[in-house]
């Protein structure tokens, strides 16, 4: 039941057969920034060849080093290589449009029933086929990227810095590209004719940047100016800050709001902040669309559904325009980083050290479907994410080792699996 077209494979496709895609990747992003990452080198790598491998992941490296949603970006990125800005757009815009749709009337729903149950079980067979895709990702990633014995280091390095000693993401990620550096030497293989570009004028880049500043910081000041309710106010400079300082990919940012919107603004409750993370986790789209959720429970409090509406638009405004403001003004730059061979040996020891942040998220994920209940154990300078295997869910397991015959032996369509999977999770789910 393998659906896949052969004549899909056009490394030129027109902006039309690429917004398909784009819509579809969206509409399919389920699981995190592991699992999106997964599906985005699915499509974008094996099945269209609209990116090489080694494009595709020097271009996870430079979004792996922005603040924001790495895998937003990268469809950004992917769209702009394409079609320029305006392809960049639709890839972004498309990546995030449907579950912010999805979380906007879930969040309606949550503030006026206070019940997420429903939602829970349709995508409770969907996280089951989430952990197969990141599985299979995360074997190709490393059989393509780990061809050194210090890669391999790296990424076992970068995995326990993460996993059992909870170091700073950009600290992993700056000391990997530090040693890539270092130890790069001229001698490295010359990168092909085709990948090397000149970067544009720095004037355009200037250019750029200062548009892109404009289009975030104009509403922002608008609201101000016009006396907007205060609660907008301070979710469009709270967002605005968390844009810029909050490097380390999706579940930093998470560790961030979680910490700041509960203990220091109480705006939500712990309940609430964890019911907005489950409803992130479960839907289409990239983590961070839990902030729609706050600026609209914060909003919808002080002053009704209409008010919460204006808080999640103002949320996902400033959350997600600095994310077009990174790409276009980096990625004419990254080919000719790519093309220096000591920033290669940089870019490229990331890539190694990024294998490692993918199997750390891809247990933590794994840990919080199979388990309803976990623990952190702490002895010093470890802090271990543990499950209470009392509670693992045999449903879970049931449904993903359904998704990995599937989808690794049978190779199912994608849609197909995970529509079945959803279908399977809500009967299994009334037992």
Not at 339 to 364: D, H, Y
Not at 385 to 396: A, N
Request: with cysteine; aromatic share 12%.
């Amino acid at each position: 039941m393998n659906m896949k077209d052969a004549t899909d494979n056009d490394p030129q496709p027109s902006l039309r057969q690429a917004t398909q895609s784009w819509a579809k990747i969206g509409l399919l992003s389920f699981g995190g920034p592991a699992a999106q990452i997964a599906l985005m080198h699915k499509v974008v790598v094996e099945e269209k060849g609209w990116l090489k491998e080694q494009q595709f992941l020097n271009a996870l490296n430079f979004c792996m080093l922005l603040p924001g949603p790495e895998a937003m970006q990268l469809a950004t990125y992917a769209g702009w290589r394409l079609h320029g800005v305006m392809g960049g757009l639709i890839a972004g815009l498309l990546f995030v449009v449907p579950g912010a749709l999805i979380i906007l009337l879930l969040a309606i729903g949550y503030s006026t029933f206070g019940q997420v149950d429903f939602v829970q079980s349709l995508f409770f067979g969907i996280k089951a086929a989430v952990i197969v895709i990141v599985l299979e990702a995360l074997i190709k990633v490393s059989k393509r990227t780990l061809n050194s014995a210090a890669h391999y280091i790296i990424a076992l390095l970068a995995f326990l810095g993460l996993f059992v000693f909870s170091i700073p993401f950009p600290l992993i990620i700056g000391v990997a590209a530090l040693y890539g550096y270092l130890a790069s030497t001229k001698q490295l293989d010359e990168p092909d004719s085709d990948s090397v570009g000149a970067p544009v004028a720095f004037s355009k880049t200037v250019q750029t940047i200062a548009l892109w500043l404009l289009i975030w910081m104009l509403p922002v000041i608008g609201l101000w100016l016009l006396g907007a309710n205060q609660i907008l106010i301070e979710l469009a400079l709270f967002f605005s800050k968390l844009a810029v300082v909050t490097f380390g990919g999706a579940y930093a940012v998470l560790a961030y709001i979680a910490q700041d919107v509960v203990q220091t603004n109480n705006w939500l409750t712990v309940a609430e902040m964890v019911d907005g993370l489950g409803l992130a986790e479960t839907t289409p789209g990239p983590l961070i669309l839990v902030t729609e959720f706050v600026g609209f429970l914060s909003a919808e409090k002080a002053g009704g559904i209409a008010l919460g509406i204006a808080g999640a638009a103002v949320t996902l405004w400033v959350t997600f325009v600095p994310c077009f403001l990174w790409i276009f003004a980096g990625a004419p730059y990254l080919e000719w980083i790519s093309a220096q061979p000591r920033l290669r040996g940089a870019l490229s020891a990331i890539t190694a050290a990024v294998v490692g942040v993918i199997l750390n998220l891809s247990i933590w994920f794994a840990i919080h479907v199979f388990f309803s209940s976990t623990q952190k154990i702490e002895f010093g300078f470890f802090a271990l994410l543990s499950p209470e295997l009392g509670t693992v869910d045999w449903r879970v397991l049931v449904l993903a080792l359904a998704s990995g015959i599937l989808l690794l032996i049978m190779k199912w369509n994608l849609l197909a699996v995970l529509t079945l999977l959803a279908l399977g999770g809500v009967l299994l789910s009334l037992l």
